[in-house]
T-cell receptor
Framework: DADVTQTPRNRITKTGKRIMLECSQT?????MYWYRQDPGLGLRLIYY???????NKGEISDGYSVSRQAQAKFSLSLESAIPNQTALYFC?????????????FGPGTRLLVL | QKEVEQDPGPLSVPEGAIVSLNCTYS??????FMWYRQYSRKGPELLMY????GNKEDGRFTAQVDKSSKYISLFIRDSQPSDSATYLC?????????????FGKGTKLSVIP
């Protein structure tokens, strides 16, 4: 089984709809992240969480919200989806020891907002 | 100016060639560097990690960091068709409770048999 799973893998929705992307991990990592990837723009950080009670905004948090339901679960919500939120979304996890921090990515969710 | 600049390519090479992928970055107090590989329709996976100047080797892959010129490179020797992927460089900074990991845009590599 994959260590970091994302559901759904693909989603088509309409402008104005609320949607939730879910991420689960079995790696036992404290830190979890949500990124979006767009052609020509690379990976950009939306939100990150260092533990269940810690939520931080990333580079592009506007229009998104997150929930860290448990150590293993981190959800991303689009309250009112808009077309420019069409992108590939990745969840990632990490554990920091010493000064090293390796991130492990899920398979991605491809989102299309019409 | 984006903190990590990477030529998006695409880059196409014949099988067996030596590949050189490069990134430049802006300065920061403490930093470490990574190369991630991303196959089509997959999430990125860590390929190489370093936080010092100089070279680090792992099989056919060599990561090089030149902090004086703020330049990071990934060399692939004896390239194979299975190396065809997008390669992302990343710069990380951590400090007292803070965090920042910045990715380049990625370079798409095709190795032609």
């Amino acid at each position: 089984d994959a260590d970091v799973t994302q559901t759904p893998r693909n989603r088509i929705t309409k402008t104005g709809k609320r949607i939730m992307l879910e991420c689960s991990q079995t790696k036992g990592h404290d830190r979890m992240y949500w990124y979006r990837q767009d052609p020509g723009l690379g990976l950009r950080l939306i939100y990150y969480s260092f533990d269940v009670k810690d939520i931080n905004k990333g580079e592009i948090s506007d229009g998104y919200s997150v929930s860290r339901q448990a150590q293993a679960k981190f959800s991303l919500s689009l309250e009112s989806a808009i077309p420019n939120q069409t992108a590939l979304y990745f969840c990632a996890t990490s554990v920091a020891w010493d000064s090293q921090e390796t991130q492990y990515f899920g398979p991605g969710t491809r989102l299309l907002v019409l | 100016q984006k903190e990590v600049e990477q030529d998006p390519g695409p880059l196409s090479v014949p099988e067996g060639a030596i590949v050189s992928l490069n990134c430049t970055y802006s300065n920061s107090a403490f930093q470490y560097f990574m190369w991630y590989r991303q196959y089509s329709r997959k999430g990125p996976e860590l390929l190489m990690y370093t936080y010092s100047s100089g070279n680090k080797e792992d099989g056919r892959f060599t990561a090089q960091v030149d902090k004086s010129s703020k330049y990071i490179s990934l060399f692939i020797r004896d390239s194979q068709p299975s190396d065809s992927a997008t390669y992302l460089c990343a710069k990380g900074e951590t400090g007292a409770g803070s965090y920042q990991l910045t990715f380049g845009k990625g370079t798409k590599l095709s190795v032609i048999p």
